[in-house]
């Protein structure tokens, strides 16, 4: 096989300190080495190994890692290019729209497309029809397809529901991987969100949640000072008609939805015990600012994850509540609400791009084993990005790839093929 080697004025293997003048030797879809350009060619050298340069003027660093998107409501950008006063109103926006109807394939198809363009090696891709669900299979990428499960009630689910559900799983492409997407606390009545996580943990797959992302799942005060927990509630709705003010992500946590094999979507809503929940349990949140904007929802609180250290990611959501699916948007979109909220330490460019590569791949458990991606290192999947950014130091470059990098994507490598390159790319 031969031995390709990319070459960048500036490499960041996220996992190491940035390289100035830096290179990438691929060989099999794999990473053989990684460091200074000279370096690296004189140990290719030693090795005997030919190999194949190409130059970049920019940046490269570990392929992007979307960490919630909705592929096939890529042709939906009507209702994304609305402005909204909550989620139940998007949804009255949103809930039309779809039943309309589409070629969910091409949409998907589009949308992943799309993802290749802005730079995206892996995502996490939320799936409601069987005909999009192909789609990270179909474009090359990496990440999981997460069957959505919603509106389903307690008798429904025991009657009939559980088995669809299983059968809906493993209907889905085997590669690049799947899960299950309980769509959120509310939709859901308590018995599938009792069921979901055994189903996936039983098949060793992945479990993707929306939470935070209503005012209905706050925590609220309470008007039973005793636990919720035995008292027959069969909802979280029921839950709040008794006057109970439980947080959604502590009633999930009690469900046993939670844990090191689940990220949720948003955070929007969650409270500092919430977001210690989420650390307790290994739980990712992947922010989608840009979507949450649209809909007319609060900031997520970037800066308190940012402090506590909890594990973050990043997703763009769909075409129907954001205005693209370049990740680096959402990046932008971080930097300006950290600032804003009173995040002003020095690593904040570093620590978001951290989390729209690494962060996403840890979300779906795709930074450990043989196929690991998110970052630069030897044995990795060889899945990496090229920026058109301006390299002055490796600071200012990371500055500005993470304030003003979207639309900047010039090459695409996944599994050490180029699946997008511009003319000017090498």
Known sequence: MTVTLYTAALVVPVTAPPIPD??????GGRILHVGDRRWVAATLAE???????????????????????????????????????GFPDWAKAFNPVYERGSDWRKAAADGATQLLAAGTTAAADVVT?????????DAGLHGIAYWEVMDWTNDAWMLRGRAEVEAALDALPATPGTGLSPHAPYSLEIVPLLDIPDIVRERGSRIHIHLGEHAIEQELEHTHPDPWHGKGVGSLRELRDAGYGTSA????????????????????????SDRAILRARGSAVALCPRSNDIIGLGEPPVAAYLEEGSFISVGTDSLASSPSLDLLGDVAALFEIARRQGYHRADLAER?????????????????????????AVGARADLALFDVPVTTPGAAID???????????ATIVGGKALYAREDAW
């Open 22 to 27: 830096g290179a990438v030797a691929v060989k």
């Open 400 to 410: 500005e790839l993470v304030r003003h990098g979207e639309g900047r994507a010039a």
């Open 249 to 272: 992500t502590e009633y999930v946590d009690h469900l046993g939805v939670l844990g090191p094999d689940c990220h949720i979507a948003h955070g929007v809503y969650l409270s500092a």
């Open 129 to 137: 029809d069987p005909a999009a669900a192909s789609a990270l299979h």
């Open 352 to 376: 978001l791009l951290a989390a729209a590569t690494l962060g996403g791949a840890r979300a779906m458990g795709l930074h450990l084993g043989r196929d690991r991606t998110g970052y630069l």
């Open 47 to 85: 090795r005997g190994l030919a190999f194949e340069e190409r130059q970049w003027r920019g940046v490269l660093t570990p392929g992007l890692v979307n960490a919630h998107t909705h592929l096939q409501y890529s042709h939906m950008g009507e209702v994304g290019q609305g402005r909204y006063q």
